[in-house]
């Protein structure tokens, strides 16, 4: 077996990008968000927090794209019946809201983008809007 | 567009006064309250924990003049089935509790008042002699 | 004595801005950083970090940005023979490390920038490319 | 032996009477300041950030008090050659640094007050403001 495997990373260029198309739909839909961009790791590689976004939601955003980036998969995939004892397992930052999306290009998972001070669906909205700026899948697994 | 906004910040006279109304009315109600100040940031600016408060209570007081801050609105308006999910996610100052207000001046938020140690509907009006000692706005939003 | 205060608050525009302005300069010099822009409460504005940049400078920047912020001076102004002291009673975050420095404008301290995985005087030298792309004051203090 | 020890325990109005005394102190010096009142437990009792102080000297006026309430004596006494070893073994509250000092009173230590933005000379001068406005000991041991 191999010792290595081909692998794809998610740029600062990249990061910026879709931090921009999110950035440009919140402000067409008039909402303040705090944006995030993590890598495949759970890394910040990017974050805007807007005029009049909520200061808490800064963390939010945080852990819906760590949480996006580890599951690759959406951040609201939990069993709600579960969401709390994972959470508390994962170390607080495994979470159930809606916002946080993988960004997956050519297959592969290259990290997250989350985002908080809306409500779920413009937050969902905005982080969809990043992933169309670097042609990232927008097809919600 | 522009690299400033213009804005307002609460002076540490004003935070001292905000403190002292709600210190007299807390102990004409008889009941001892930890009372905290914060920023537009969510940095504290002035604390008192009175004779015979509860001593965890001074951090459920900071948690909600935080949210309070953060959200600019009361801190118990979040959706009762998503207050866990929501302050673990935001690393635990979330909070539902009552007794977090925001403080608005001239239509700026510029900080926020959080008690804690009575009853809320008791941290709730001791919250709301502080805004009235500044001339804040004691219409809950 | 008035309860409040006029000021000014950096906008996401102009954080934006000064992150782009640093990002140009690290490029140019061909040095991958982390740049942080926070605001006067040193709560996280903008962030990027760059391809190849290292991990743990992520914190460093942000400990620069927060002290510049918290001193309202260049992160690198402190006695060498109490740095350590004073960054344990100050719970970590501040730092003597050159490549913080405060954002100054019309007087008012709205924020810093600081940057970290570069050398000392090249982690300063893309810091004041974000200053001035944003007409902050660049005179160091 | 007895099961009880008597005591005294510093009311609140006695940590804002001390408070007062740092403040007017401070204000005639014109030095911004952040000062910190706690009880002879360490916890924070009473506590004011004076528009521009340095933020993260809120900590170190915490570090400071809390250094005096628990040894019972002024927070820069330690010997210099064990200062870092002895605040990392403390959980990083302890200090050396100057500024904060014990609240004795007829013998007993009820709480510390701790300043934290100026020099060491003007922290101390304010903490010993405060010990005079609640008529406590300002013979520094």
């Avoid at 495949?40 to 939010?60: I, Q, Y």
């Avoid at 998972?109 to 700026?133: F, H, K, N, P, Y």
């Amino acid at each position: 077996m191999p010792v290595t495997r081909p692998s794809l990373r998610l740029t600062h260029d990249g990061a910026l990008k879709a931090l921009g198309g999110a950035l440009d739909k919140a402000e067409e839909l008039g909402v303040p968000q705090n944006i995030t961009i993590v890598d495949e790791g759970g890394n910040l590689l990017a974050f805007v927090r807007m005029d009049g976004a909520k200061l808490l939601s800064r963390e939010t955003s945080l852990s819906k794209a760590v949480t996006a980036a580890s599951h690759r998969q959406p951040s609201s995939r939990l069993n709600p019946a579960d969401e709390v004892k994972l959470s508390l397992a994962a170390g607080q930052r495994l979470t159930n809201l809606e916002g946080g999306l993988p960004i997956v290009i050519d297959g592969h998972c290259i990290g997250a983008i989350g985002v908080g001070s809306g409500t779920g669906a413009q937050d969902v909205e905005v982080a969809r809007a990043g992933l169309r700026a670097i042609g990232a899948d927008d097809q919600i697994p």
